[in-house]
Nanobody
Framework: QVQLVESGGGLVQAGGSLRLSCAVS????????MGWFRQAPGKEREFVAA????????YYADSVKGRFTISRDNAKNTMYLQMNSLKPEDTAVYYC??????????????????WGQGTQVTVSS
């Protein structure tokens, strides 16, 4: 019923940039927290960044601090991840996720209620 629609993935060279988008569709709901996770082949899904809708608190994994920026367009219920200075180790499927009102931390997959389909980001060396 709730769908997260992702876009913006692609292939870039090291040092390049991409902007990922995640829009909520299918149902209007209250957004408490949205985040980005990524999963590389053979690895567990890992936290990348998160944003609290109220107060605009943001959180980043240490591996992406200073390079990635999470933001939102509240009128469109859309979240963005601006990725700069991309490295080959950033290559992964990136997933957006949403918590609709629960009390959560932000860095665990279990903190989120809904997930997008994922979008591939590939960074060549």
């Amino acid at each position: 019923q709730v769908q997260l629609v992702e876009s913006g993935g692609g292939l870039v060279q090291a040092g390049g940039s991409l902007r990922l988008s995640c829009a909520v569709s299918g149902r209007t709901l209250s957004i408490y927290l949205m985040g980005w996770f990524r999963q590389a082949p053979g690895k567990e899904r890992e936290f990348v960044a998160a944003l609290r809708w109220s107060g605009y608190s943001t959180y980043y994994a240490d591996s992406v601090k200073g390079r990635f920026t999470i933001s939102r367009d509240n009128a469109k219920n859309t979240m963005y991840l601006q990725m700069n200075s991309l490295k080959p180790e950033d290559t992964a499927v990136y997933y957006c996720a949403l918590n609709a009102g629960g009390s959560t931390w932000y860095g665990l997959a279990s903190d989120y209620d809904y997930w997008g389909q994922g979008t591939q980001v590939t960074v060549s060396s």
